[in-house]
Structure formats: structure tokens, C-alpha cells
């Protein structure tokens, strides 16, 4: 099990930028692709991106390809998530998940087994 703790949520104007971090103890981070999901207020959780246990793999949702990236400093224990060009839909409570299998690249929630505790992105226009 690892324990996940994000940070970075905030109150952004809508074509401003936030940047998430996602600290990880407890099991071998750099073994594991870790992945960030978000749940809008009366919606389902949704995959937003994940990144491989190397950092040289990633997917993106269409929603947020281009205007998201996703990276991790292995040494840190830490998984990002650099938001730009942000809009109003993308108001949610985004959540770090890892994967629950040894380096593999999943997308959907089911596939990860240890989550944060989320932090609230609202933008506003």
C-alpha cells in the first residue's frame, strides 16, 4: 500500500494555471504508474491522465490533452499534474491514484489501488 497526499488545488480565473503535486510514501513509487482523476460535483470520477513508473509514458483524456501535462521525479516521490489554459468544466476535485500492478500503464479507476484524499480546483470565468 502507499500512501498518496496532494497538494496545489486552488481558486483560478479561467485561462490561468495551477499546478498539482502528489507526494507518495510507503511502497516503491518508481515501480508503478500513477495516474490523476478528477469528480465533478453530481458526476462520476473521471481519468484525466497517467504517466508510466519511467516517466517516459503518457496518456492524456481528450478533455485535457494539450492543456495538461503530467510528470514524476522519481527521487521525490512526487507525481504532477501542470494545468493550463484552464476552463470552468474543469472544476473538480482531482485525486492521485497508483496503479495496483507493478509496471503497468492503466486508465481506468478500478486498476488503482491506493488514492489521495483530493484537492479542489474550482475555476471561475
Known amino acids: 500500500q502507499v500512501r498518496l497526499v496532494e497538494s496545489g488545488g486552488g481558486l483560478v480565473q479561467a485561462g490561468g494555471s495551477l499546478r498539482l503535486s502528489c507526494a507518495a510514501s510507503?511502497?516503491?513509487?518508481?515501480?508503478?504508474?500513477m495516474g490523476w482523476f478528477r469528480q465533478a460535483p453530481g458526476k462520476e470520477r473521471e481519468f484525466v491522465a497517467v504517466i508510466s513508473w519511467s516517466g517516459g509514458s503518457t496518456y492524456y483524456a481528450d478533455s485535457v490533452k494539450g492543456r495538461f501535462t503530467i510528470s514524476r521525479d522519481n527521487a521525490k516521490n512526487t507525481v504532477y499534474l501542470q494545468m493550463n489554459s484552464l476552463k470552468p468544466e474543469d472544476t473538480a476535485v482531482y485525486y492521485c491514484?497508483?496503479?495496483?500492478?507493478?509496471?503497468?500503464?492503466?486508465?481506468?479507476?478500478?486498476?488503482?489501488?491506493?488514492w489521495g484524499q483530493g484537492t479542489q480546483v474550482t475555476v471561475f470565468s
Open positions: 510507503g511502497r516503491t513509487f518508481s515501480s508503478y504508474a
Open positions: 491514484a497508483a496503479d495496483r500492478t507493478i509496471a503497468t500503464m492503466n486508465r481506468l479507476s478500478a486498476d488503482f489501488g491506493s
